[in-house]
C-alpha cells in the first residue's frame, strides 16, 4: 500500500479568518513516499539494535582502558628505559587527544538518554530542566544553558564540572610517566698509588760532578710545565691523572676544606703538582657510574719571604753563608749562571730525637734567581703537610674524569708512607734533586730566562725569552704556591720517574710475589646513576578519580537508553515537522526518529518564515515551501509570495 504526502497548491497557510482545514477543493499535488508506512511498533529492527548495541558496549568500556593504563603505569615506576615502557609513553603522549573525544562521546550520550528518560516519566519534566539536560551535551553547550537559562543553578554548575573533568583526566594521562635518574650504591676498592718519594735510582745519569737528567724525569716535568694554561690548571695531568689542591695555609688541622674549583680554574689557587695521583680499579661498577674515595698524600709545603729583589753579585756573602747556599755560582755573576735562571739550597733539621713527634719543625730553602744586575733571594720555609683528599671519578671508556672534592689537614705524619724521609733527608739525594732541577729547561741562548723561573713570575709563556724579571712588586703568597708546585713536580718526576701511567685507570694492580702491591689501597662508593621511569602518583590519582566518574556516566547512560522506549526527537530538526500546521504533512510516521524522519522527508524543503504576512501582526513559524523537487519551476508569483513571507525587524509578531 502506498502512502503520500499531500502537498496544497497553496504554500501558505490560513490565516485565523480563514479556513481551519487544510484539504481543499483546489488543486494538490502529492508526493509518494515509499518509507512511510503505516502504523509501526517501538521494536527496531535486528541490525539497528545490534549495531546500537555494539557501540554502546564500545563506548562503555572506553573508559576502562585509561585506568589499565594508569595501572600499567604505576607498575613501570623505577624500570629501566625499553621499548616496551616508551611505547606506553607515546601512549600517554596522545591522551590529551583520545580522552576528550572519548569523554565527550560519553557525557553527551548521557545527558541525552537522561533528558529523554526524564521526558517519558510518569511525571513528565519541567521544561527549563529539560533545556538544562539536554543542551548540555558539550562544553560549550553547558555553559550556555547555564548563562542563559538560568533556572537551575545547581544543576548546571554540577554539569559543568562534570565537562571540567574531560581536560583534567586528558592531560594527567599526559602525565603518568616521566623520567628520572635513580642511583644504585655499590662498594669496593680503589688503589692509588702513595707518593712517599721513595728513590728508585731512575732519575739521575751519571756521577754528581758530570749529572744529568734522566730524560724521563725531564719529559715529566716540562711537558707538565710546557702545556697551555688551562691545562695546567685543570682537574687532571696531561695523563688523565687527578691532581691534588693545594691546602689553604688558614684551614685548621681536621677541617674540612671544599676545594674551590673555580679559584683553580682561574688560576687564583694552584695544585700540589702538576703531576696527579695515579689511580687504577675503577671497574667493580658498570655503567654511568661516579666512584667516591680517599686518598692520602703528602706535599712540601714553601712559604717564602723576598730578603732583596737585587743583591750583587760580589755581595752574597752578606745576604748569606757558604755553607747555606753555593755562593761559588752566585759570585761567578750573570755570565756563569745565565743558562739556569736559579739555584736552591734546602736543609732539613734532624729529627731523630722527633720520631714520634705528632708535628715535626719545618725545613729551610734559600732561594736565588738570577738577574744581569744581580739575584732576588727569597728565604722559605718547607713543610711537610698531610692530606686526605676525597676524590670523585666518573670514568667513561676512555677517561677516569676525577678531581679532588674536599681536603684536610692529618695531624700525625710518622706514617712512613706520608712523608718522604729519603729525599728530604739525605743530603747528597736532596743535591742531586736541587742541582738537577736547575738544569730542567736550561736554554743556551744568552740571558735567557728558565722554564721554571718564568712560571715563578706569573708570565702567561712559561718559554719566555725574557731577560730578566723585575720581582719588585711580587705577591709573595703567590710566589710561594707557584714555588710549591714546581718544587713537587719536579720532586716526583725525579723521584720514580718510570712508575708513572703504563696501565689504564680500570686496570686492578697485579700482585707481586709477597702478595701485594706498590699501590695503597682504599674503599670506595661507586653510585651508579640509572635513567628509569617515573610514574607521577599525583596524576595517576587524578586519572583514575576522573575515569570512574567517566565509566560512571558511560553505565549510566548505557543503562538510561534501555529504559527509553519513545523515537529519539530531542535536537533534530525534522522533529519540527511533526504536528506541524504549517508543514502538512500525510499522518502517521510518529514511531520515526529524528534521523529517520530526515531520511524521509529529506527533499521538502522548509523556512522559518512569517506564516501571516498579510495580517497586521505576523506570526513566526517553520513552513514548507515549494522547490523544484515539488512544483517543478518557480513562477514570477511564487517568487513574490515566497518574499512576502521574510521576517523584518521592524515589523510586530
Known sequence: MTNHLRVPNENFPPSATESDGLESDSETK????????????????????????????????????FIVLAILALRLDGHTISSYGDQLRDFTLVSPTIYPILFAAITSRFYKNLARWRLESRNGIRLAELEQIFGSQSLAGAIERLLFVRTHIILGLMIFLTWGLSPLGGQSAARLVS?????????????????????????????????????????????????????????????????????????????????????????????????????QGLNYAQGNTTYE????????????????SSVPYNASTDYVSKAELNTTLLEQGPWGNLFFGFVANMSVPDTTDLEFALKKPPGYMLFAIF?????GLFNCTTQATVLETSMQCHPTSSSARCQAKSQKRVSNQNNENRYPPDILTGRWIRQVLLHTWRLSGADTMMGSTSPTVSYLGN????????RGMDWTNLNESDFSRRLTTLFNTYQEAFSTPRNQPSTTFMDTPVLDASNSTMFNETASKATTYVEVYDTQHKWVSLLIAATMLLEMLAIGGLVLKYFVHGPDLLGFASSMTRDNPYIPVAPGGTTLDGPERA????????????????????????????GPDYSGEETGDSRVELSRGLLGKNRLY
Open 371 to 375: 738577574r744581569f744586575s744581580g739575584f
Open 459 to 466: 708570565t702567561l709563556d712559561p718559554f719566555s725569552k725574557d
Open 30 to 65: 502529492s508526493i509518494i513516499i515509499d518509507e512511510w508506512r503505516g502504523p509501526q511498533t517501538l521494536k527496531r529492527g535486528a541490525l539497528v539494535v545490534t549495531l546500537s548495541l555494539t557501540w554502546d558496549i564500545i563506548l562503555t568500556l572506553g573508559p576502562i582502558c
Open 179 to 279: 623520567t628520572k635518574v635513580a642511583e644504585s650504591i655499590a662498594t669496593g676498592s680503589v688503589y692509588y698509588m702513595p707518593l712517599n718519594y721513595f728513590y728508585d735510582g731512575t732519575g739521575v745519569r751519571g756521577d754528581y760532578s758530570g749529572l744529568g737528567v734522566d730524560y724521563i724525569t725531564d719529559a715529566l716535568y716540562l711537558s707538565s710545565l710546557f702545556a697551555s694554561s688551562s691545562l695546567r690548571q685543570s682537574p687532571t695531568d696531561l695523563w688523565d691523572l687527578p691532581k691534588i689542591p693545594q691546602l689553604p695555609s688558614t684551614i685548621k688541622d681536621g677541617e674540612v676544606y671544599n676545594v674551590n674549583h673555580g679559584a683553580l680554574l682561574n688560576g687564583d689557587a694552584h695544585y700540589t703538582s702538576l703531576l696527579g695521583r695515579r689511580v
Open 599 to 626: 531520511r524521509v522527508l529529506g527533499n521538502m524543503r522548509v523556512q522559518i518564515a512569517d506564516v501571516r504576512s498579510s495580517d497586521e501582526i505576523g506570526y513566526i513559524a517553520m513552513r514548507s515551501i515549494p
Open 293 to 308: 674515595f680517599i686518598v692520602e698524600s703528602s706535599y712540601v709545603d714553601i712559604q717564602c719571604l723576598l730578603l732583596n
